[in-house]
């Protein structure tokens, strides 16, 4: 299977936060634990690549994608929306319905990274990817 080559920019920095979250699934399934667990990290990613789409994640959605307890995410939750990188919304209508979203913040500052890999893998090939 040949990869389509990604054309515009939100699309590279989105296809590396998606394989750089795939990379640490992959690395835990071979070698059967997690030898660096990140939880909020991986979180910032999954929100990256849901923010490209204009898409929030509800928190059980997010949660269930993490090798985690439910006390760690929401922790991570916490710390996360305490530094201003991720924002919350709670409905009215569902008061257990929260879905998460990057804050302008937050998503400047992984672009920011993720441009920077994106740089260097260009730097390192000659071409995009």
Do not use: C, K
């Amino acid at each position: 299977m040949t990869e389509t080559p990604i054309t515009n920019e939100a699309g590279a920095l989105a296809a590396i936060a998606r394989e750089e979250y795939d990379a640490r699934r992959r690395r835990e399934q071979l070698l059967g634990l997690d030898l660096s667990s990140e939880p909020g990290w991986d979180m910032l990613l999954g929100l990256y690549v849901e923010h490209g789409r204009g898409r929030p994640v509800e928190l059980a959605r997010l949660h269930a994608a993490l090798p985690v307890a439910v006390t760690t995410a929401l922790r991570w939750i916490g710390l996360l929306i305490d530094a201003g990188f991720v924002a919350q919304r709670r409905f009215e209508e569902n008061r257990g319905r929260i879905e998460l979203e990057l804050t302008p913040r937050g998503a400047a500052t992984l672009e920011a990274y993720l441009r920077d890999r994106l740089e260097r893998r260009t730097a390192l090939t000659g071409r995009d990817r």
